[in-house]
């Protein structure tokens, strides 16, 4: 990445995560060991007024990263197998994030593989919710770390680039529940989304 970037700031992330979202695409999620990463994907999730959330019927022990601070991972196990990443947003109390869905590799992509070792191509490698949390490292020890503070491993940065100003929307993936709400967002055209 040639270009100056800075981690977001606490402001980006205390507000609605339909709002964050669309705005997150474009932004590079960074690890401190080099790996970069471009988002491309986004879903939003918002608490007591959607049955889809992890949030809706309150804070448990599992999902109380997302009623934090905003500017926090949320991290889940999913399907028995895989683990999902997400930004806490809103004020404290909510319950509301952004899940990341999917993410064009920019730097550390060998660490990527290393990681991934059946991925065969770049576009594998963080192309779904589960390959961008194993491509970067990310499990349940990442979960509650703040992602302003600089010192949690993990960041977000805006080198400069532009979410695009026509994104896609539509409705969200892998959920039973508020199905038609079109939550999701990605940049058109881009391989790296991951349907």
């Not at 309150?58 to 926090?72: I, P, V």
């Not at 999913?78 to 994030?97: I, K, P």
């Not at 939550?183 to 055209?189: D, E, F, L, T």
Request: aromatic share 8%; charged share 25%; net charge positive.
């Amino acid at each position: 990445m040639s270009r100056r970037a800075s981690r977001l700031p606490r402001a980006f992330y205390r507000r609605d995560p339909r709002t964050v979202a669309p705005e997150l695409l474009n932004k590079v999620l960074a690890a401190d060991d080099g790996r970069q990463a471009r988002i491309v994907e986004v879903e939003a999730y918002c608490g007591p007024i959607d049955p889809a959330a992890h949030t809706y019927r309150g804070m448990t022990a599992r999902n109380a990263s997302m009623f934090g601070e905003a500017g926090h991972f949320y991290v889940y196990f999913t399907y028995g197998m895989h683990w999902c990443a997400n930004c806490s947003c809103g004020e404290v109390g909510e319950g509301v994030g952004v899940l990341l869905r999917a993410a064009e590799p920019l730097a550390g992509i060998e660490l990527m593989y290393a990681a991934r070792p059946k991925a065969r191509r770049d576009r594998d490698l963080c192309s779904g919710p589960a390959r961008l949390t194993q491509a970067f490292g990310i499990d349940r020890r990442q979960d509650g770390i703040d992602l302003v503070s600089g010192k949690s491993g993990y960041t977000i940065l805006d080198d400069g680039i532009p979410p695009p100003a026509e994104p896609v929307s539509g409705p969200r993936i892998g959920i039973s529940k508020a199905i038609d709400h079109p939550w999701r967002w990605y940049v058109p055209g881009n391989p790296h989304v991951s349907k």
